[in-house]
């Protein structure tokens, strides 16, 4: 399975109302599924599924001076650049730097482990030289570079076994077909578990442009500490979530769906993004299949939480 079929595919989702008290914010993922009576085929292997996994709870973080001074030479600003959060629900803690023309900029959000870098004029425009943009090897080993400067363990993030190297999203930028930049998007992990996270939460974004000068630089990485730790659902309690409604899906018309078969149940982290409270981080389910319609048959993924909140392990 794709990693961008995913992560890319959450950057849209809307919000429903959510369908099970106690539970992950799964309307963030979906509407509420309503093809309960809907004939399910499970075709699906779950011994791959951890026994358990853990609920964690978000704490309140602040950037260190020292990672301060860092973010600031990243952006190539200092201390005297500092100006007014003047974003919707600015808090004291939060931080604004940017230089007299508004080139380069620096946001900090410490509450949510959120900042954002901007550097213009890295990335070229109409009529502007395009020269030494990375190709995706090299911007993966700048990304790489720049992750002790914003405090990233490499080893917090999401691994691709088969290539020995982070897993990422590659984001192309071109101008009349030449590339002008190249984005690369790292993910978060708990536990060998990958962040499903909405927006950049639970990930980083690097864009790099002219010779491989970093032209912006997303995260929201929140502080988190373990919470519960509980048992993974069963076969028959994920059957049940289908059954009782306790799931969501993007599909619009379950009610033309005949059957739905479930191929792979896939486990995530869902964060939120970086201006969403949130409290704890609990794990989802991903069940992927296809639902046969009366047409054609076509591929879904529904959520449903990836726990039995009754049974700890």
Known sequence: MKASRIWLGLLFM?????????????????????????????EARIDGLPKSATVYRVVADSFPPAGLRSLLAL????????????????????????????????????????????????????????DGVPDWPEALRLAEALLPKIGVDRAQLVQDPEANEPRYTKILQTMVGTPISR???????????????????????????????????????????????????????FLGYLKEGHCVCRFDSPSTIQTFTVKEVNPYYLELRSWEPQQEIHPVAELYGYAQLPTTNLPISIYCPLLDYGQRP
Request: hydrophobic share 40%.
């Open 75 to 130: 952006a190539g600003l200092t201390e005297k650049d500092r100006g007014r959060p003047m974003w919707t629900g600015a808090q004291p803690e939060d931080m604004w730097f940017t230089d007299a023309d508004g080139a380069r900029s620096l946001a900090v959000h410490p509450a949510v482990g959120y900042l954002d870098i901007f550097r213009n004029g890295v990335v070229a425009l109409p009529g502007q030289r395009i």
């Open 14 to 42: 809307s919000a429903q109302t959510c369908v099970m008290a106690g539970a992950p914010p799964l309307e963030k993922l979906g509407q509420p599924w309503r093809a309960g009576y809907t004939p399910i085929q499970w």
């Open 183 to 237: 984005q690369v998007v790292l993910y978060r992990s708990f536990d060998g578990i990958p962040s499903v996270g909405l927006g950049c939460a639970g990930g980083v974004r690097f864009s790099f442009g002219n010779n491989g000068q970093l032209a912006e630089l997303e995260m929201t990485w929140r502080k988190v500490v373990p919470q519960r730790k509980y048992a993974v659902a069963t076969k028959d309690q």
